[in-house]
């Protein structure tokens, strides 16, 4: 359903490891200094259904082990990264026309699929072409028509967007996934990669891939990655307790307390991994008045919120999506619990405080339906009458996303605020989940994406999240960490949010 | 003249049963996979929207639509998915992968732990239950009752979050979850233990039941009073006399089971990981996958029929050989 991933700009948050106390465990998942070794299988397990395998790198991958194993076999032109919050990966570098609508892309030198073949532009022609005809395509591509994806010589690729848009690197991360030209839908489970692992065996979910020695990308520290696949979080934690597995990717916050007693595991933290945000509508119904969402977002705490919903794995946030980004603006003031404000404003504002109105969650990701709950007790104080209405996920998408006048949504593409901007709130955005138009943020945002110079840029970018901050529908509490879990002798695991997890290719083990 | 007919015809007229009994289950897993695909069209949401992605316009959705054959009446995806069936041809999953490819070894997996449990449930209940009737109402007969009962009330999830922290991660004696190999069964045998007990357990206090109120019944039977008169051992009474008797009351206690087992194996696959049919049952109904959750209960409706039709024969047996 959802397409979760990205990457962050914020080398600070780089995050600390250990258990509850700050004496570090024999070693350290992230960030250390020791050299790497070299050698060695590390078992990785992930999260997925067994029913909704796919083994496409361009169809909707639902389960994470499906794209764990996808993105260590095939690379994409861009990946996530830390600061800037864009690294080259198969494309080696990128540059833009004046008007920001064409944009060249430079295959990396050496780059070869596993049979050997050199990878050439018509290679990724033929995969970027392939992505954009699925009922995917016009959203992971956003602006490129097919008829733009073109080759020029042998090692550089041309997309020409229908729009000015500075993004479109961005874009290419996750899902451009390269294979080689000519591969048909039936060999499409076959097609050799050019990725730092190589496919050994692939069975029920579950894959052995091996090193390749001759990537481009450098050197590679560990022989194999065993990918598991595990239907739910705490089977994946069992198995990492008992020695099955040597990482939990993406195991969450209430496995990471279970394993906060055992030295020998090492808590990996991503920070601005996923946002939870509540969505009130601001077209029409009670919450169409910018004062009486203003006195919500007053009325929640915070603090408490990030406590008892994330046990504390997550930050404060501050209403604007795209925390993540290194445009992000700090500078504005952090929103903190004022009751008699937001009584006062719901006075203004003639809300109806006798009604009870509905909340609408899902279970579809862990702390969703419970953020809900919590929210509902604490907006009670400030007199407003919330009761949650919990439907299962195929309702709630089909019936309440995008309509709802109160409802909680989720996002996994943290680090880029016009992302937000582009997806959910400019007037015409196929997800505007508030239904919220706002001329003067549509002119920033249409300024913003047809901005090269990096310094006018920023200063567009703050002024489209200023009128975000007091005017979208969105109410955003906090940000949840990203939880992996490791065993000790792990090293070398990525800290980035979302889908930049699965950047395992610096992985190695010290045993 | 009809004395001697008898052995010839009596197998003909069993085959002419249990080929009629096959029909009618035919019949009625045909109605029940029909009634997988109406249910499945009555649920919110369809295979389209379960699996497109945010950002996707309608036109992309009902591409999706188009390209899944769910612009068809729901009528012609039926009969399009059964017309497969003689040949093998289970369909293909919403995700593009193939039926039997998802089910080739879930399903095997499957009946792997659910035949282990139920031979499991089988030789505990009967063991306990003749241990017990042994001496009615004495010691061991109360305890193993009782705790019949409260087994038979703890949940399957109960059970299996107990196991897996007394006997892996406190003791480290087996292992926490079952991890599929290159050929995408269990790893190692021990791997099976834990979700067999899991499902085992509350199974046996269901069954030991059933064997001990089966032969409390026989036991008042007029030839095993004379038996008993005759001063036979008790155990041989209860082995050559009791048990017999009683057989066809336990077996159709175990084939309940089995639909309990194969219900059961749902949640336990997913508390031990166990790489089985329930996880991927229960994710195609996430997705509205009907040709997945039509495969699944095609396959299980054929084994659970199989199962039935074979204690009605076990039954018939004993019966008839007792006649």
């Known amino acids: ?511 | 003249m009809v004395e001697k007919a008898r052995p010839t015809r009596a197998p003909v007229r069993l085959l002419a049963r249990t080929g009629l009994v096959v029909v009618k289950r035919a019949v009625l897993l045909a109605v029940l996979l029909a009634l997988v695909f109406g249910t499945v069209e009555l649920l919110p949401g369809d295979a389209a929207t379960a699996i497109s992605e945010r950002g996707e316009s309608a036109a992309d959705t009902e591409e999706r639509r188009r390209l899944l054959g769910l612009d068809q009446p729901v009528l012609e995806r039926f009969w399009d998915w059964m017309s497969g069936l003689p040949t093998g041809d289970l369909g293909t999953s919403a995700r593009g992968e193939k039926v039997t490819d998802l089910l080739s070894t879930a399903f095997p997996n499957t009946l792997l732990l659910g035949g282990l449990a139920l031979l499991l449930t089988a030789l505990l209940s009967t063991v306990l239950g003749c241990w017990a009737a042994l001496r009615p109402g004495g010691r061991v007969d109360r305890a193993v009752s009782g705790s019949a009962t409260a087994v038979l009330a703890l949940p399957e999830f109960v059970v299996a979050v107990a196991l897996v922290l007394t006997l892996s991660l406190w003791t480290g004696w087996l292992p926490a979850v079952t991890i599929a190999d290159a050929d995408g069964t269990p790893a190692s045998w021990e791997m099976l233990i834990l979700p067999a007990l899991a499902l085992t357990i509350p199974q046996v206090g269901w069954n030991v039941r059933i064997v001990r109120a089966a032969l409390a019944d026989e036991a008042r039977a007029p030839y095993v009073e004379t038996a008993v008169l005759d001063g036979l051992p008790p155990h041989r009474v209860l082995t050559h006399h009791v048990l017999p008797g009683a057989l066809p009351t336990i077996t159709a206690g175990l084939a309940t089971s089995t639909g309990m087992l194969l219900g059961g194996a749902v949640v336990v696959e997913t508390i031990f990981n166990y790489p089985g049919v329930g996880s991927v049952l229960a994710s195609a109904v996430t997705d509205r996958d009907s040709p997945v959750i039509a495969g699944v209960t095609a396959l299980s409706g054929a084994v659970m029929s199989g199962v039935l039709l074979l204690a009605d024969l076990v039954r018939d047996l004993t019966a008839g050989a007792r006649r």
Not at chain 1, 21 to 28: F, I, L, R, V, Y
């Open chain 1, 1 to 511: 359903m959802l397409w979760v991933g990205g990457a962050i700009g914020a080398g600070a948050l780089l995050t600390a490891c250990g258990g509850a106390d700050d004496e570090e465990p024999t070693g350290s998942a992230t960030g250390d200094s020791a050299k790497p070794r070299k050698g060695g299988t590390l078992r990785v397990g992930a999260l997925g259904r067994a029913g909704a395998i796919t083994r496409d790198p361009h169809g909707t991958q639902a389960n994470e082990s499906d794209y764990l194993i996808l993105s260590l076999i095939y690379d994409t032109l861009t990946v996530p990264g830390t600061k800037p919050n864009i690294e080259p990966r198969l494309a080696a570098s990128w540059k833009a026309s004046d008007d920001l609508k064409t944009w060249r892309f430079t295959i990396a030198k050496g780059a070869k699929f596993h049979d050997g073949s050199a990878v050439t532009a018509e290679d990724i022609v033929f995969s970027l072409k392939r992505l954009r005809a699925t009922p995917a395509g016009a959203s992971r591509l956003p602006g490129i028509q097919e008829k733009n994806i073109s080759a020029e010589g042998t090692d550089t690729v041309v997309l020409v967007s229908d729009y000015a848009n500075a993004e479109l690197p961005l874009l290419a991360r996750l899902t451009t996934f390269v294979i080689p030209k000519g591969t048909t839908d039936k060999d499409i489970a076959k097609a050799p990669g050019t990725g730092p692992f190589k496919l050994d065996w692939f069975r029920g979910g579950n894959a052995r891939l091996v090193r390749n020695d001759d990537w481009y990308g450098g050197d590679v520290y560990l022989d194999a990655i065993e990918v598991k696949i595990f239907e739910s979080p705490q089977a994946m934690a069992s198995a990492l307790l008992a020695d099955q597995i040597d990482v939990a990717s993406n195991v969450g916050a209430v496995a990471a307390r279970t394993a906060e007693s055992r030295k020998d595991i090492q808590t990996v933290r991503r920070p601005n991994d996923m946002a939870m945000p509540i969505v009130m509508r601001t077209a029409d119904g009670p919450f169409a008045d910018a004062k009486v969402r203003e006195a919500l977002r007053l009325a929640v705490d915070r603090e408490a919120m990030v406590k008892q919903v994330l046990s504390g794995y997550g930050t404060v946030a501050n209403d604007i999506l795209g925390t993540g980004d290194p445009a992000y603006d700090k500078s504005l003031p952090q929103r903190t619990r004022d009751l008699d404000k937001a009584r006062e404003l719901l006075k203004e504002a003639g809300f109806d405080t006798s009604k009870t109105y509905e909340l609408y969650t899902t279970e579809d990701i862990s702390g969703l339906a419970e953020s809900a709950t919590l929210f509902a007790t604490q907006v009670r104080e400030a007199g407003v009458k919330v009761k949650v209405v919990k439907q299962e996920s195929g309702t709630f998408w089909d019936k309440t996303w995008l309509k709802g006048d109160l409802y909680t949504t989720y996002w996994g593409t943290n680090d880029s605020v016009v992302f937000f901007a582009s997806k959910t709130m400019v007037s015409d955005s196929g997800q505007n989940e508030a239904g919220w138009k706002n001329e003067t943020f549509d002119t920033a945002y249409e300024e913003a994406i047809g901005t090269a110079g990096a310094v006018e840029r920023t200063a567009l970018l703050k002024q489209l999240q200023r009128i975000e901050y007091d005017s979208s529908g969105y109410l955003l509490w906090g940000m949840a960490d990203g939880i992996d879990l490791a065993g000790s002798a792990v090293h070398g695991l990525p800290t980035l949010p979302g889908y930049g997890r699965v950047q395992l290719e610096q992985a190695w083990l010290a045993r």
